[in-house]
């Protein structure tokens, strides 16, 4: 060989066999290629060569239908109902024939032509895609555009579902509502199947449990002719396949009283916002939850109309935001569940520790004072709880420092979101000497210590946060993550998921000084501090709060917003409750913004609906205690 | 055609008057096939530019433009002496990390990505450039290791060298430029004779290593992507609706196609991206069965030339250049040509010739001209 003659080895030789092996891999993945090619292009051919040669071949999505939503009785609280659709295909569509089409569109749907021009150039870029002109529109009217087809070209008139809240305002914080994808959401659901002219879940559970609901899209072939109208369906590749339904833990029975009790305490005393949540203790289940003022979910339903949008948007109210979870307040005296338990859980107090009250606290010159400007003596912690005592409490925060004070609050769950399942919640502020140097680069000062004790000062909490405390108290310590949605069911009924009771986190307290703080909430009923609560035929034990804020009026007085959350040891025909137990099967919250009423307004409305719920024979509301009134100084 | 046998007589300079002489041994059958489906890519463009073909930047005049630049690419990788690569491997991969790195700072693209620069008003895709570029660094490095071409360590370096400028690519983000650097590698080493046990064992440690990056390396749409060709509908309006709807045209083309520019699938809007990595569905539509029969033998005779290049240059270098681009090319073709048949996962991977694009055209003549200037000199004294 010349290679070795001159003085080298052959490189191919070693090779002669993969370069067979390559050519061998060459031929046979063109080989596959060809055979592909054939199938689809000879043998296959037919499939497609059949069809007219002007006609054209076009997949299109087939939708599914959208999951129901259920209360926990098995009442439908949204339901689909067909609905018509007028919509556009530009590409069809001839730039000649546009003014025309558009102007009788306008004329037969009777909306301004201007809307139609703007929902085409909107989506310019997408020739091939349906533009929904309007919804909702009556049958005679769909009727007609059918029959003028041919004079419309690129109109196109469909049947889709659309949404109907069942119970509208009364449960519309919760379910929320669907509306059109926005280009933002496209981009972001980009390729899970959403389409252009699309509608996603925007608040509420429809927004969180967005993928259960909204099943899986199908896709069909379809045939259409020169026009562009569709012909035949060629067939169905893939099924849609419905949503799943949810079944809420909420009761709407429970909803609505808990609604009746709220507008009656809030009409009678002229409050513009309040909240009623009420929940199971043992589950974490929300049975009910109500803000006001409230919207009606359905004006969203095929798009809301601009000036009720903005109606809604400019309500100094807030109608949309769901004052129990994305808002939140100075929690105030229902606080000092976290102090009392800190206190007694350190062994700064014992259940029979005295602690001596007075007008006053004086720290760095600053005084701070009782609620009574007087002070109650000597008291224990049931007394100190039942009568609310500031002074009582400031002694114990300021034993406590704030660190320990904010690990106590984080304990019951506050300055942490609840996790519940619905959009926008608020997480809460619990102060803590370096959150307060991160924010403000000073340290806490020790008034700020006594403030943060008895739930003023930097505190923060939504109600729902509060309501989840109590309920950790009153089932004995266990922080459960509150449930919106009890069970996802599959179209068929069948219990796709069940919610199980999910645990935050054990309370790592003393399990003596949750025991002992049932005890003391009851006293909050014996003492009178609620007036005639303790005269309902059940026993109930409670905190009431009163949280200042804003600024002060001309004589030093601060508004204020009045709390009560109470829970219901458990009872029988024979046997009375018992706090000291944690057996309650529910905890009711009651928020009143800002309510300068005479008596604590919260106190009345939960009264009123405990009234209602256990349907009792008596009616112990007090209109007089929620005249407007300066009840000044707390609770 | 016989091998010219030279009997080396002294190693001076290879006198100046033979240079002419080179071109005996031009490689006139590779060229011609390259030529045929260089023409086969101008006419699509030309079916591609929506009634108006030469109108000032159509997709065919700009076609035009870059199979002239292309043509000249060719003739001067063919008159340069490939000799240089090995000299200056090391140079050519810094540049072309550099180039890559470029990419990434200045490049743009559709939807957070960036691919492609633009020069003077013209997009340039350098990732495609990159390619031939790693091959020419990789056979270098091969033929440094011709010793030791069985061991480990070649692998392992070869699999380093490739590291860098693979990671630039993936995070532009380009899962399928990534891939073709990772056939290439592959082909090269298998062709040069790269230990079997080894190959195999690496192949092993990237198929192990799938989860980790199905988890931690792709990104979403590339999840998607290859969700929806497993499962066209789960996502019919997006990438799903490509491979259904390419399967559609292609199917409809029949033994004939539909003749140039009759396409109706295509030219309704219904295919997407018909001028990129979609082209060969137009082709396919409209030139049938046996248009798409005849592309395929192309492929098969410039892959057989391509290789037989290689064989005939004997030494590691050309044996190597020559499998990175037959890999390179055999790749593009079954992944492009098999997406568009519904049997590969969309990647955005071109089809040499017939998906348009500057960079890729120029780079398939940059790698082909290289090989000519490779078969040219194979009877000249080495160096």
Not at chain 1, 267 to 281: D, Q, S
Not at chain 1, 350 to 363: D, M
Not at chain 2, 107 to 118: H, P
Not at chain 2, 138 to 160: D, F, H, K, M, P
């Amino acid at each position: 060989m010349t290679d070795t003659q001159l003085g080298r080895t052959s490189p191919r030789n070693g090779l002669v066999i993969r370069f067979g092996v390559f050519g061998l891999i060459v031929v046979l993945v063109v080989g596959v290629l060809a055979t592909r090619l054939f199938y689809l292009q000879v043998a296959r051919g037919g499939y497609y060569a059949g069809l007219a040669d002007d006609n054209r071949i076009a997949v299109r999505p087939l939708r599914s239908t959208r999951g129901l939503i259920f209360d926990r009785a098995g009442r439908p609280l949204v339901t689909n109902i067909p609905s018509y659709v007028v919509a556009v295909r530009p590409v069809d569509l001839p730039f000649e024939e546009r003014p025309r089409v558009v102007s009788r569109l306008a004329m037969l749907l009777g909306i301004p032509e201007r809307e139609i021009i703007e929902a085409l150039d909107r989506n310019a870029d997408l020739l091939f895609e349906s533009v929904r002109i309007a919804a909702d529109i009556p049958t005679d009217i769909a009727r007609i555009i059918t029959e003028e087809g041919r004079t419309l070209p690129g109109v196109e008139v469909s049947v889709e579902q659309r949404r109907s809240y069942e119970y509208g305002p009364l449960v519309s914080h919760l379910l929320g509502y669907t509306g059109s994808v926005t280009r933002d959401e496209l981009a972001e659901l980009g390729g899970v199947g959403y389409l252009n002219d699309d509608f996603v879940g925007k608040a509420g559970v429809e927004l969180t449990f967005e993928e259960v609901l909204r099943g899986t899209y199908g896709l069909e072939e379809i045939e259409r002719d020169g026009a562009g109208r569709v012909l035949r369906t060629v067939q169905v590749v893939e099924e849609p396949q419905a949503g799943n339904s949810l079944e809420l833990a909420v009761d709407t029975t429970i909803q609505r009283e808990a609604e009746m009790a709220l507008r009656w305490g809030m009409e009678v005393a002229g409050l513009e916002r309040g909240v009623v949540a009420v929940m199971n203790p043992q589950t974490g289940e929300i049975l009910a939850m109500v803000s006001l003022p409230t919207y009606d979910n359905n004006q969203f339903v095929g798009g809301i109309a601009a000036e009720d949008f903005s109606a809604l948007l400019e309500d100094p109210n807030r109608p949309l935001v769901n004052f129990a979870i994305s808002e939140q307040y100075p929690p105030g005296s229902t606080f000092k569940l976290v102090t009392g338990t800190g206190a007694l859980s350190e062994r700064i107090i014992t259940p029979s520790t005295k602690v001596q009250t007075g007008p006053y606290r004086e720290i760095g010159g600053y005084r701070y004072w009782e609620w009574n400007r007087r002070g109650f003596g000597q008291l224990d912690i049931f007394d100190g709880f039942g009568h609310s005592s500031n002074t009582f409490f400031y002694q114990l925060a300021g034993s406590l420092g704030m660190d320990r004070l904010a690990r106590y609050a984080h304990e019951f769950g506050f300055g942490s979101r609840t996790g519940i399942d619905l959009p926008a919640e608020a997480r809460g502020i619990i102060p803590t000497d370096e959150w307060k140097r991160g924010l403000f680069d000073q340290p806490i000062y020790p008034g700020e210590v006594l403030q943060a004790g008895i739930g003023q000062g930097f505190d923060s909490a939504t109600p729902l946060q509060v309501l989840n405390a109590y309920a950790a108290l009153a089932n004995g310590g266990k922080l459960y993550k509150p449930q919106i949605v009890r069970r996802i069911l599959g179209p068929s009924g069948n219990v796709v998921r069940d919610f199980e009771p999910e645990l935050i986190h054990e309370l790592d307290v003393d399990p003596e000084a949750l025991r002992t703080l049932r005890v003391a909430a009851r006293r909050v009923l014996t003492i009178r501090h609620t007036y005639n609560l303790v005269q309902l035929p059940l026993v109930v034990a409670g905190k009431t709060g009163t949280a200042e804020f804003g600024t002060r009026d001309a004589e030093g007085r601060l508004p204020f917003h009045s709390w009560f959350v109470a829970f219901v040891p458990k009872f029988t025909a024979d046997q009375e409750g018992d706090p000291a137990e944690p057996d309650s099967e529910l905890a009711v919250i009651a928020f009143a913004y800002d309510s300068n009423t005479k008596g604590n307004a919260a106190t009345e409305i939960v009264k009123y609906f405990l009234q209602l719920h256990y349907d009792l024979d008596v009616d112990l509301r007090r209109p007089d205690l929620l005249e407007r009134g300066n009840f000044y100084g707390g609770t | 055609m016989g091998a010219i046998r030279v009997q080396r007589v002294d190693k001076g300079p290879w006198p100046a008057r033979q240079a002419h002489a080179l071109w005996h041994t031009f490689d006139i059958q590779m060229a011609l096939y390259a030529l045929a489906l260089g023409i086969v890519g101008l006419l699509i463009a030309w079916t591609n530019s929506a009634g108006a073909p030469l109108a000032a930047g159509s997709t065919f005049t700009r076609g035009l433009m870059w199979f002239a630049i292309a043509i000249v690419v060719f003739t001067v990788a063919a008159a340069f002496e490939y000799r240089w690569l090995r000299t200056f491997a090391w140079l050519i991969y810094v540049v072309n990390i550099a180039l890559l790195l470029l990419t990434l700072a200045l490049g743009t693209g559709v939807g957070g990505v960036s691919r492609w620069v633009s020069i003077m008003g013209l997009q340039f895709q350098f990732s495609e450039v990159a390619k031939i570029l790693m091959v020419a660094v990789l056979a270098a490095y091969l033929y440094s290791r011709r010793e030791n071409i069985g061991s480990l360590w070649t692998i392992v370096g070869a699999a380093l060298l490739v590291m860098p400028p693979l990671a630039l690519v993936l995070v532009q983000p380009d899962l399928g430029t990534s891939l073709v650097f990772g056939a290439v590698l592959g082909g090269m080493l298998f062709m040069t004779g790269a230990r079997l046990r080894w190959l195999l064992l690496g192949m092993a440690g990237i198929l192990a290593a799938l989860p980790l990056i199905w988890l931690e390396v792709l990104k979403d749409y590339q999840r998607r992507r290859l969700l929806s060709f497993l499962d066209p509908a789960a996502d019919p309006q997006g990438s799903g609706y490509q491979v259904v709807q390419s399967q559609i045209a292609v199917g409809s083309g029949g033994l004939f196609g539909k003749g140039l520019t009759n396409g109706g699938q295509s030219a309704q809007g219904f295919l997407p991206e018909r001028d990129t990595d979609f082209a060969a569905a137009v082709l396919l539509e409209e030139l049938g069965f046996v248009g798409g029969l005849v592309v395929l033998i192309l492929f098969v005779a410039l892959l057989w030339r391509v290789l037989l290049i290689g064989w005939q240059s004997d030494h590691l270098f050309g044996i190597a250049f020559a499998a990175g681009i037959a890999s390179l090319i055999l790749f593009q073709l079954v992944v492009n040509v098999g997406m568009v048949l519904g049997i590969m996962p969309v990647t955005g991977i071109p089809l040499p010739f017939i998906t348009h694009g500057g960079a890729s055209l120029i780079s398939i003549a940059l790698g082909l001209g290289l090989l000519q200037s490779i078969t040219m000199r194979r009877a000249q004294p080495s160096w």
